[in-house]
């Protein structure tokens, strides 16, 4: 090593620090044997015990006034950074009110949408009139409102099937383990004539049958139907004459 | 678990979020350091205040752009420091005093410790010639021997302060130093040549 190499290490050697082995052993080897080398070291060393003592002792802190002033800044501004969102928000606010009015008004639509079907079945079991049985039937007129569980009177015909085509209506007298369990849970509206009152009066004897009709059969009587449900079928009863012609018909749910 | 515990980078994101004891605790962490990095650089204790503050504001504005990958967060604050002390230096270069080693007596007495263990006159002589020392060497050099020597940063960490090459923090550092051996050469050679011309009492 020579001097030129030394002075490159001089300022790492002064301060003891981490250092590969071999170049500081060769370091201190040529400053015991190089005056000057030896003296430099000296006054790395003097240098570096002086910057320590520095740093030791410069151990001071910014006065509280300092302190102060930026965290008043700081309060300041998240005050000034919220203001944007305020903007922000009054800009959106609208958006919010349009949402909220329209939630309001589906909300809405959807209550007096209800209270319509209900008061639609209300009016329709007030202006139908109930017959609970065949006998009722003959004499069936408009009466008091009633929607009371179907009690239908099945009086099965020996020379008939249970399935006939009559008029594109599909008609199925109903068996009497289906009318014992629909009892309990079958909603009926009265019969509605089909027929002048006249005739119905007149009408000596009939049968109910059940059948099936398309949804949209309702519409057909003045009663409301549900647009999405209409691909679905209802069932009815029909009040039939003995000679064959329907009289009366009502709706079971 | 209290604040104190918080690492740098969780308390800032918490100041982000807007919690000011985060701040106040961050503050209370790094203020020191960068006073004194500052009052180091400067030698003015006005200074280092303008310097600290302006630094803790300028991090409000900008900590949302700190990233932990290029650094920490005390490096960050050194380098809007430095930015700030430069510019200073710059500004107020006709009040900075380039001080030649012999002028003694113009330390701050802030960077005096109060009770100095070292007796010895020469000793506190030698210590306010290396300070003032410091203070006359051109910023470059200045921040390097401030920052490795007296905030004993690795020279990686003052090369992310700086925003230079760790080699060439290594070659300033060479540099800053044998610059300050001649500066203190040059003052014990004429403290000496003062004692020796030193007016004696004449008793004739």
């Known amino acids: ?253 | 678990m209290t604040l104190a515990t918080f690492s740098d980078e969780d308390l800032l994101r918490r100041m982000i979020a807007g919690e000011e004891e985060a701040f106040a605790e961050l503050y209370k962490r790094r203020q020191a350091g960068v006073y004194r990095f500052a009052l180091q650089m400067s030698g003015s204790p006005e200074a280092a205040e303008d310097v600290t503050q302006e630094v803790f504001i300028v991090l409000l504005r900008t900590a949302e752009r700190f990233d932990p990958a290029r650094g920490s967060v005390a490096g960050y604050l050194y380098g809007i420091a430095r930015n700030y002390v430069l510019r200073r230096l710059e500004q107020d270069r006709a009040f900075i005093p380039l001080m030649d080693p012999v002028e003694e007596g113009t330390t701050p007495p802030s960077m005096i410790a109060a009770g100095d263990p070292l007796d010895d006159l020469t000793r506190g002589e030698s210590i306010q010639s290396l300070h003032d020392s410091i203070l006359a060497l051109p910023p470059h050099y200045r921040e390097v021997i401030v920052l490795c020597e007296l905030h004993e940063m690795s020279y990686i960490e003052a090369a992310n302060v700086v925003g230079c090459a760790v080699g060439t923090i290594r070659s300033r550092l060479h540099r800053a130093r044998g610059l300050l051996l001649e500066r203190l050469k040059a003052a014990k050679e004429r403290r000496s040549v003062a004692q020796e011309v030193k007016p004696a009492r004449c008793f004739a």
């Open chain 1, 1 to 253: 090593m020579n001097c030129n190499d030394f002075e490159a290490i001089a300022g790492d050697l002064s301060k003891d620090g981490l250092m590969e082995a071999g170049i500081r052993e060769k370091g201190l080897e040529h400053s015991a044997s190089c005056p000057d080398c030896a003296a430099r070291l000296e006054d790395e060393r003097a240098l570096t015990g002086g910057l320590r003592f520095l740093a030791g002792t410069s151990a001071v802190e910014a006065p509280s006034s300092v302190e102060a002033a930026v965290l008043a800044a700081f309060r300041q501004h998240r005050t000034e950074s919220s203001v944007p969102q305020q903007s922000r928000f009054s800009n959106r606010r609208w958006i919010y009110v349009a949402a909220s009015v329209a939630a309001t008004v589906l909300i809405v639509g959807l209550l007096v949408l209800n209270a319509s079907r209900s008061q639609t079945q209300h009016t329709t079991s007030q202006t139908t009139t109930a017959a609970t049985s065949t006998e009722g039937a003959t004499n069936a007129a408009p009466a008091a409102p009633k929607e009371s569980p179907v009690e239908p009177k099945a009086e099965p015909r020996n020379n008939r099937s249970n399935r006939v085509q009559h008029r594109g209506i599909t008609r199925q007298k109903p068996s009497q383990e289906q009318l014992d369990s629909s009892l309990t849970t079958e909603i009926a509206t009265d019969f509605i004539p089909l027929t002048n009152r006249e005739a119905l009066a007149q009408m000596d004897g009939g049968q109910v049958m059940r059948v099936e009709l398309p949804r949209s059969a309702l519409m057909s009587f003045g009663l409301p139907m549900d647009m999405e449900r209409a691909t679905e079928r209802i069932k009815a009863d029909v009040l039939v004459g003995n000679d064959g012609l329907a009289r009366a018909i009502r709706f079971v749910r």
